[in-house]
């Protein structure tokens, strides 16, 4: 049975608030995807190459020797996970069955396990309805019921009231009532509950005597409980659970942390199937020029001692790939960070090379262009500049690049960490990055 219903009818739209936008799998972090943090924890002052660096707590940061690595190599890899979490449980994707909307051809379909009783799933659900309202040609939203009456007192019989209303051909206009009057009847015995229900049905147009009979009916338990049992490899402990395509993900319930976990799923169209040629001459100088909303950024790349990071970069840029993205990750006084365009810090251009550390180059200053990578080895187009010397990196990240104009633009960056903002402010857009080789 088809389940689709024009998006304006399901839910009534609340704005909501934006919460932690960075909150995206730690930062968007998917299962089975390593995160794409920086280790940094601290904030440092000056590099004495004898002594080591000195903290803001007068502790001394040994200098952190390190050998060079082995030329870098480059290979393929898939943008997005492979594979389906779904799957590897066992556990049935989205079909017909499901209470979904959205395009029957949909090239991401999100699925949520949740709760009625819950706040979060609340806010989930609505900001859902927006965000497929905005991506209703590529969007397609399924809902899964996860009562937990153990915890939630009335969250089981709140299901039963969906699904007998969908008997009844309302499930979504019961599903609008129950999540967006949840602080009216969360309060409610369960005993008033099941009368206040009852009456919500009937002013929808349901026969009272059906609904009652179909919320204690066979028919609607059986279908809750084949989903709680379906869901039991997850080991689900609070809802809401979400995934996209099949694949789990850990991300902040807002419009903003959704949407750019679609445009992550979305980055395989601008992805390359195969590295790129190498292409620059490491006896020649290269510059980059950053062109942002605040003014200009010039770097001195190092191609002869990050050839693979300075021919990555150099080619994308040419390409077009950092034209018009996010500096997602801005904090003062330690990075900012940039170089994925879906601004979640999981994307990459469809290849990965292996890191290139020069004892000659430290993490000894302002302005150092690195390579993040979410574990050794696995460089992609992100990248992050410092804003003082952080030289316990040293080793660690494949430096390949120098401010040598426009520290100040640098340093007036918007500040913003995705991670730990109650309110994500608006990134500053990197509008260009030119090549000019000397």
């Not at 949740?114 to 939203?141: F, N």
């Not at 299901?159 to 602080?183: D, P």
């Not at 804003?387 to 100040?408: R, S, W």
Request: glycine fraction near 6%; charge should be negative; charged fraction near 20%.
């Amino acid at each position: 049975m088809k389940r689709y219903i024009a998006l304006g009818l399901i839910l009534l739209f609340l704005l909501v608030s934006c919460a932690p936008a960075g909150v995206v799998p730690t930062q968007a972090e998917l299962k089975n995807t390593p995160t794409v943090l920086l280790p940094v924890t601290i904030e440092t002052e000056a590099v004495d190459a004898a002594s080591g660096t000195a903290t803001p707590s007068g502790t001394i940061i040994p200098t952190i020797e390190f050998t060079a690595s082995a030329p870098a190599e480059c290979t393929v890899k898939s943008v997005v996970p492979e594979g389906s979490t779904l799957k590897e449980n066992n556990i049935p994707d989205v079909s017909d069955s499901d209470w979904s909307y959205g395009t029957d051809n949909a090239r991401i379909t999100i699925l949520a396990y949740c709760s009625y009783q819950r706040s979060a799933c609340k806010t989930l659900v609505l900001a859902l309805a927006q965000l497929q309202d905005k991506y209703k040609d590529i969007l397609r939203v399924a809902l899964r019921h996860f009562p937990q009456p153990d915890v939630d007192d009335k969250s089981l019989l709140a299901a039963q009231a969906a699904e007998a209303a969908g008997i009844q051909n309302r499930f979504w206009q019961m599903n609008s009532v129950l999540y967006t009057q949840q602080s009216t009847w969360s309060l409610l015995t369960v005993d008033e509950f099941r009368t206040w229900v009852t009456d919500q049905a009937v002013e929808l147009g349901l026969s009272r005597s059906q609904f009652e009979a179909d919320m204690a009916g066979e028919l609607v338990n059986a279908r809750i409980n084949q989903m709680i049992e379906d869901a039991a490899p997850l080991q689900i402990i609070d809802t809401p659970v979400l995934f996209y395509n099949g694949i789990l993900v850990k991300t902040g319930i807002n419009l903003e942390s959704l949407e750019v976990l679609i445009r992550y799923f979305l980055l395989s169209d601008q992805a390359y199937d195969s590295c790129p040629e190498m292409t620059i001459d490491p006896d020649k100088t290269y510059h980059a020029v950053f062109k942002t909303e605040k003014g200009e950024i010039v770097f001195e790349l190092f191609p002869d001692q990050a050839p693979w990071a300075v021919n990555s970069f150099v080619f994308l840029a040419r390409e077009g790939w950092y034209d018009n993205t996010d500096f997602f990750r801005v904090i003062p006084g330690l990075v900012v960070q940039g170089g994925d365009p879906s601004s979640s810090g999981l994307g990459g251009p469809g290849y990965i090379f292996s890191d290139e550390v020069d004892p000659s180059l430290r993490f000894d200053k302002a302005g150092v262009l690195a390579m993040t990578n979410p574990t050794p080895n696995q460089n992609g187009s992100q990248f992050f500049i410092t804003y003082t010397a952080l030289p316990e990196l040293d080793g660690q990240y494949t430096i390949f690049g120098q401010v040598i104009e426009g520290m100040e633009v640098l340093n007036s960056l918007r500040p913003r960490n995705p991670e730990t903002d109650e309110i994500l402010l608006p990134a500053d857009k990197l509008i260009t990055v030119t090549i000019e080789e000397l």
